[in-house]
């Protein structure tokens, strides 16, 4: 077996040895030696990509093999280089190597994002990614899988962090909308490209409306689209001749990334000679002016999530770490450590 790190524990059986390291961008996790990294910055042992977002995929664009699923690599080549071996496994398949079979499970973020179930055999670790136990428009609620040791994303993992139904809030974002048309002003929300724009521009596409997005967006968008039996409805790019007419004298709403809002309501109000209204979509929008639609499960779910699951321990990630792994360890009597 070699030397063990100190800081490693035991498996049921002691056949294995294992310690799980938080690194700046994602973390590893050692087995008898064989490391496993997740969201990491860089591969290294079995590298594994749960999700697009910036944070945890800066890996797909690095030398060396790494796993991820086809649409975590789309979404990812539609905006950045891909770099190296990727291999792709759809949510619900399972891989073998060497002493672990890992796999492949819905974590219910944004399209295509996937938990990891790393089973030794005499010990199983989930790793969730970032996750949403209810789902959303464009994923599945979270499957819920057996393990021993839970790694949870614990970004809003304070009880303070209770969204209102995902239906009420979308209902509220096409009323705003429509509002803001009938008071002769433009309706522009910030939407983050990977995961949030897709949501919001299926949402709107089932209005009357028009609905416009940014480039960015409109490659992302598209991207999916072609590569997947996928269909978001009809928008159209605001750098398409038909959609510069419409925001000349038209009704419509539009989509922008987020840190580009300031920059394309000015030029919009330049173009159509009306006000602009900004609001922007994200659960951190709790506590703000915006609309909370969240990708991530609020602390209830995740509380509900870890008890479904009721693991022999639980390791907490991301956002909140400390306060939920004591919260798990208060109301569910579970063995919860923070990660930093
Ligand atoms: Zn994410």
């Known amino acids: 077996m070699g030397g063990h790190p100190e800081d490693a524990e035991r498996s049921r059986d002691g056949r294995h040895w294992y310690s799980i390291r938080r690194l700046r961008y994602g973390l590893t996790v050692s087995v008898n030696g064989e490391e496993i990294s997740l969201d990491t910055r860089k591969p290294k042992g079995i590298t594994l990509v749960s999700h697009a977002h910036f944070d945890h995929s800066l890996s797909l664009g690095e030398r060396g093999e790494k796993y991820t699923t086809p649409g975590t690599l789309s979404y990812f080549s539609a905006l950045r280089e891909p770099y190296g071996e990727i291999k792709t496994l759809k949510i619900g398949s399972k891989i073998k190597m060497d002493d672990v079979e890992i796999g492949f499970l819905e974590s219910g973020h944004i399209f295509h994002s996937s938990q990891f179930l790393m089973d030794f055999g005499d010990i199983s670790i989930l790793y969730t990614g970032d996750l949403n136990p209810k789902g959303g428009l464009l994923a599945e609620p979270a499957e819920r ?196």
């Open 145 to 340: 899988e057996e393990c021993d040791i839970l790694i949870i994303d614990s970004t809003y993992g304070s009880p303070k962090y209770v969204f209102p139904e995902r239906e009420e809030t979308e209902e509220e974002i096409r009323n705003w909308v429509e509002e803001e048309v009938r008071r002769g002003k433009i309706p522009v929300l910030g939407v983050y490209t990977i995961g949030k724009a897709q949501e919001i521009t299926k949402l709107l596409c089932e209005t009357q409306l028009t609905v416009i997005v940014h480039p960015r967006i409109n490659k992302v968008n598209s991207k999916l689209e072609e590569e997947f039996s996928l269909n978001l409805g009809d928008y159209l790019s605001s750098g398409n001749i038909e959609a510069i007419k419409i925001i000349e004298d038209g009704e419509f709403v539009l989509l922008v990334p987020p840190n580009l809002g300031h920059r394309a309501i000015r030029k919009l109000e330049e173009m159509s000679g009306r006000k602009a209204s900004y609001r922007r979509v994200s659960g951190w929008e709790i506590f703000g002016e915006g609309f909370p639609l969240s990708d991530h499960g609020d602390f209830p779910s995740l509380m509900e999530f870890v008890s479904d699951i009721s693991p022999r321990l639980v390791y907490t990630v991301f956002g909140h770490s400390q306060r939920f792994a004591k919260e798990i360890k208060r109301t569910l009597g579970i063995e919860a450590r923070g990660l930093p």
